[in-house]
């Protein structure tokens, strides 16, 4: 459920969201981590939010937003912060470290 905007002294709608800048999907991707707990590594897959810039501005925007969708660059985050260990005799769960939690895209 989307929140109204609060409005401006005319009685306008002010401003965007940051969603309405990106086209949104879920990924994932495929990380090499070390189990803290029994010190074996291996390759996990990590889902990511990735948020791609839109092409163009939507029209309903003002100035305020096309400064903003100027300098929005397209990027990911990452969704998960825990991942169970690969190895049958542990099974523990450890937290992602050494993983970026926010990445930019080119």
Do not use: I
């Not at 005319?10 to 090499?32: I, P, V």
């Not at 074996?40 to 990511?48: K, P, R, V």
């Amino acid at each position: 459920m989307r929140l109204p905007a609060y409005s401006d002294k005319q009685g306008r709608l002010n401003g965007m969201e940051e969603r309405d800048f990106y086209d949104e999907q879920q990924e994932s991707r495929k990380a090499t981590l070390t189990c803290p707990h029994c010190r074996q590594s291996g390759e996990y897959d990590l889902s990511w939010v990735v948020r791609r810039k839109k092409r163009n501005l939507p029209p309903r925007a003002d100035e305020r937003d096309r400064a903003k969708f100027a300098k929005a660059k397209s990027y990911m985050v990452r969704r998960d912060d825990l991942v169970g260990c690969k190895n049958v005799r542990c099974r523990k769960r450890f937290e992602v470290a050494g993983v970026q939690s926010v990445a930019f895209l080119d």
